[in-house]
């Protein structure tokens, strides 16, 4: 697959020499984007021009507009409907939100088809026949059972983070989706990691596409700084404490499981801290809610669990917390991705148990640095009352056992 270099285009300042037709610029300046994103540079030229793209790029780079921009200035001239396909319901949103702010003027039509929402009423916003469907591949392929959409005239398909869409079991669904979608579309591809299994879906359902790569995989955010501190289990939420107390700012803590995201939100209300939850056992409502207050200043702290890795876009989030290292050392990458977007800073800070050493090194591997392991500070007293059950971890401090690096 051969690779998209700077093209003459992208030498010019702006947006204005990427090929974008002039209403959708005044609707940039109007919207403050002065500067194209390294992806949106090279992505845009090539993507206005029909051909498919695989995109690759650290996250929090500016993908939707990479993509979005190109898709609904195409739609104009060709006619035709758009396809975007996500992993989760809060991006699914976020992307809808984002493609209406650039097309809300031109009389862009969107439908959002997302499971944890109204059939209904998804049925009767497909029926007013939008541009563009805005959907994840469970819930379409409902749609597509019950014949309650028609894909027939979709002339551009987005898969976007779609590393993460196999991860969560959905390769027999979009394989599904774009065997019912025309052979003759454009089909873009972005993600900030490229596994091999990817690969195997670009080769398999794109025609020539153009790879683009603005950063080697893996590529950490420029100014996101990290740390480790390998702490006991049972002596995690003290920790939680002493950093909420250290860090002032919005915090982004991620756990392992749904029930861990939950005990440990508890916890931080304990301390004194306002905090919300976003995992898969909450309903739309309550993760719409929750994203919301978070990105508003209503909740200080949000716990979550893998679900608010990819996509999720909250400027100004100081710190990220990995409560539990990842299961897989992709993510870690996507999760510090939180912090640090569009060129500030942000701090990272992962827990690790003694036992842990392995997952470390695949994190390092995988990010090709070493991070560094930081000092214990003195922990506050364990101040839970003891009438209480405890949440997950809340318990007496035990030392953690030495920690060496096996290398």
């Known amino acids: 697959m051969p690779y998209c270099f700077m ?16 209403a959708f610029l005044d609707i940039l300046v109007k919207l403050n984007f002065k500067e194209p994103t390294p992806i949106q540079r090279q992505a845009i ?31 104009h001239q060709i006619k035709g409907r758009g396809l975007v396909i996500l992993p989760t319901r809060e991006l699914a949103m976020q992307v809808d939100e984002s493609l209406q702010k650039i097309g809300k003027s031109l009389g862009l039509r969107t439908a959002v088809v997302i499971g944890g929402a109204s059939m209904h009423l998804q049925i009767q916003s497909l029926k007013r026949n939008p541009h563009i469907i805005i959907a994840t591949p469970g819930r379409l392929n409902d749609h597509l059972e019950q014949k309650t959409v028609v894909l027939h005239d979709v002339r551009v398909v987005v898969l976007d983070e779609a590393d993460r869409m196999l991860d969560m079991g959905f390769a027999p669904q979009i ?27 670009a080769t398999a359902h794109m025609k020539l596409p153009i790879r683009i790569e603005v950063a080697p995989q893996g590529t950490m955010a420029d100014k996101v700084t990290q740390e480790i501190f390998v702490i006991a289990k049972d ?9 909420l107390s250290q860090y002032p700012g919005t915090t982004l803590i991620f756990t392992r499981t749904k029930y861990g995201a939950r005990k440990l939100m508890k916890a931080i209300h304990y301390m004194g801290h306002s905090a919300a ?3 898969s056992n909450r309903s739309l409502f309550q993760r719409k809610e929750a994203l919301e207050g978070f990105k ?50 942000g ?37 839970m009352p003891r009438y209480q059950s405890r949440p997950h971890g809340v318990q007496q401090a035990r030392p953690a056992r030495r920690f060496h690096r096996w290398r």
């Open 7 to 22: 093209t003459p285009h992208a030498q010019q300042a702006g947006f204005s020499g990427l090929g974008i037709a002039p």
């Open 45 to 75: 030229p090539v993507a206005l021009e029909g051909k498919d793209v695989v995109g690759i790029a650290q996250t929090g780079t500016g993908k939707t507009l990479a993509f979005g921009i190109p898709m609904i200035q195409r739609l």
């Open 175 to 201: 394989k599904r989706i774009l065997h019912t979608v025309p052979r003759e579309r454009q089909t873009m591809l972005f993600s900030a990691t490229m596994p091999p299994e990817i690969m195997k879906l």
């Open 235 to 243: 002596s995690k939420n003290r920790l939680v404490e002493k950093l």
């Open 277 to 279: 939850e976003l995992h």
């Open 296 to 345: 508003s200043g209503k909740y200080r702290v949000l716990v979550a669990t893998d679900i608010a890795a990819r996509g999720i876009d909250v400027s100004g989030i100081e710190l990220v917390i990995n409560y539990d290292l990842p299961t897989n050392s992709q993510d870690y990458v996507h999760r510090i991705g939180r912090t640090a977007r569009a060129g500030a800073g």
């Open 347 to 383: 701090h990272a800070i992962s827990f690790a148990t003694p036992d842990q050493r392995r997952e470390l090194e695949d994190i390092e591997r995988m990010i090709k640095q070493r991070i560094s392991i930081s000092k214990l500070p003195e922990l506050p007293p364990d101040r």
